[in-house]
């Protein structure tokens, strides 16, 4: 993937832009406490952070991967009929996986968004339930997207199993609210954006989010990533900044469960894609996003004991139960509605009132 950084054109310095720390996986892996205490650092300021993954067997294999989605997302956007794609299209609430077109749903500012995706359910990748029907650009790479979540989904669970830590919480707490080899809303979902014609009103990519899942593993190139600073700024032009992409390195970030689990002591942060800046909007975005959800019977529960010296709210009492599939359902019924606020840390017992 490294190489695909030498093909564009370079990223402008004169950008307002966040500075995300750069963990090493390496570091992480051996258990590196000043590593740690940085992402938890990292999940409690922002919820965002590079991640570099070159130099460990199991970073070098993600790295390798993500090139190969690369290639398999610019062959799907350039070698398909876009009609052909349409059958097998994205239609929420009903159905959040398959096809999206360009300008199927709309940026802030109410304009048409500049993307197309194509999101795969890990379900249907890794065998947990039973195939559904992709274009043959996509079926002929299955064992491939298999190999992709199953080692996606590992690099976040060392990352899960860091935080248990320091929330307190016993080892694999996390890890079995999103365990692989069940049912979940868990994607891999290829974005491309293309450049806009030539003298052309500005249009972003995507518009203003927090990911729903737990913990999202993404790759970009191009630059158009924005996130809100900070985060609980009011998500206006102004207090977006750009995330510059780094060779070798994913971008991690938390993902609206979190909030619930830590009582509010993890943040899950606003972002969003405009256009690429400087001579990056020349050019064809591709971007790779692995945004994992917990398994679809979890509770959304605020874990017992969380971060009870860290300052979360750890009283329990009143707060309804409710499962990530339904909390899910919720959430993208709002998403659809058009409402984009931000998942409050006594959602779970908002949505059940
Ligand atoms: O394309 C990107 O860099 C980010 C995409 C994103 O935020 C998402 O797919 O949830
Ligand atoms: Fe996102």
Redesign the pocket.
């Known amino acids: 993937m490294g190489s695909n950084f030498n093909n564009v054109p370079p990223f402008p310095s004169d950008v307002p832009t966040i500075d995300l720390r750069c963990l090493s996986y390496n570091k992480l892996l051996a258990e590196d406490v000043a590593e740690s205490e940085q992402l938890f650092k990292s999940c409690k300021e922002n919820g965002f952070f590079l991640l570099n993954l070159q130099g460990s067997n199991e970073g070098d294999e993600m790295l390798e991967l993500a090139k190969f989605a690369f290639q398999l997302s610019e062959d799907l956007s350039m070698k398909s009929d876009k009609e052909e794609l349409e059958k097998y299209a994205w239609k929420p609430p009903g159905s959040i996986f398959g096809y999206k077109g360009l300008g199927k749903t709309k940026t802030e500012d109410g304009k048409p968004d500049n993307a197309e995706?194509y999101a795969m359910a890990q379900d249907d990748m890794i065998g947990n339930v039973a195939p559904s029907a992709h274009p043959p650009i996509i079926e002929q790479a299955r064992p491939k997207i298999k190999e992709y979540c199953t080692r996606a989904h590992s690099i976040l669970m060392h990352l899960m199993s860091h935080l248990d830590k320091h929330l307190g919480l016993e080892a694999g707490t996390l890890a079995s609210l999103n365990p692989i080899d069940q049912p979940s809303g868990t994607s891999l979902?290829m974005?491309h954006a293309p450049p806009l014609p030539a003298g052309s009103a500005a249009r972003g990519?995507?518009f203003g989010?927090t990911?729903f899942g737990s913990m999202?593993l993404?790759f970009?190139i191009v630059g158009?990533?924005q996130v809100l600073v900070p985060p609980d700024a009011e998500p206006i032009d102004a207090n977006y900044r750009y995330?510059k992409p780094q060779p070798g390195c994913a971008?991690i970030n938390l993902g609206d469960a979190m909030i619930p689990w830590s009582g509010g002591l993890l943040k899950s942060n606003m972002?969003?894609?405009v256009v690429p800046p400087g001579e990056q909007k020349t050019i064809d975005?591709y971007?790779l996003?692995y945004?994992m959800r917990p398994a679809a019977n979890a509770s959304m529960r605020r874990l017992a004991k969380v971060g009870a010296n860290e300052g979360a709210e750890t009283e329990m009492n009143g707060e309804k139960d409710i499962c990530a599939k339904d909390w899910e359902k919720l959430r993208v019924a709002r998403l659809v509605g058009g409402n984009l606020k931000r998942v409050a840390v006594m959602e779970v017992k908002e949505v059940e009132a």
């Open positions: 995706f979902r974005l990519s995507v989010h990911d999202t993404l970009n158009g990533l995330v971008i972002h969003r894609v975005r971007s996003a945004p």
